[in-house]
Nanobody, 122 residues
Framework: QVQLVDSGGGLVQAGGSLRLSCAAS????????MGWFRQAPGKEREFVARITWSADNRSYADSVKGRFTISRDNAKNTVYLQMNSLRPEDTAVYYC???????????????WGQGTQVTVSS
């Protein structure tokens, strides 16, 4: 019912910035939360940030707080992740996700994008 396409990853030097985009289509009205997760090689998928469609409720992982900003454009059905002051440890595949609950638990999200690679060089 919901399709997500994430994009915007790439190679950037430490201290640089990237903006990721997640375009949603389908029955998005039933998905109250949109989130960003990331997964590095050999590690579990971890929560990065989340936002609601209908209210300005946002949450961030401690590791990115103050550096990353999640936002949305409801008219375009798009969620963004602005990433500033990037560090090598931010290197991972980043995934957008949609689900009915406000939670950092990836198992509670029903739909996922294909992932976009972010690589930060030192």
């Amino acid at each position: 019912q919901v399709q997500l396409v994430d994009s915007g990853g790439g190679l950037v030097q430490a201290g640089g910035s990237l903006r990721l985009s997640c375009a949603a289509s389908g029955r998005t009205f039933s998905m109250h939360a949109m989130g960003w997760f990331r997964q590095a090689p050999g590690k579990e998928r971890e929560f990065v940030a989340r936002i609601t469609w209908s209210a300005d409720n946002r949450s961030y992982a401690d590791s990115v707080k103050g550096r990353f900003t999640i936002s949305r454009d409801n008219a375009k059905n798009t969620v963004y992740l602005q990433m500033n002051s990037l560090r090598p440890e931010d290197t991972a595949v980043y995934y957008c996700a949609a689900g009915p609950f406000l939670t950092p638990d990836p198992y509670k999200y029903d739909y996922w994008g294909q992932g976009t690679q972010v690589t930060v060089s030192s």
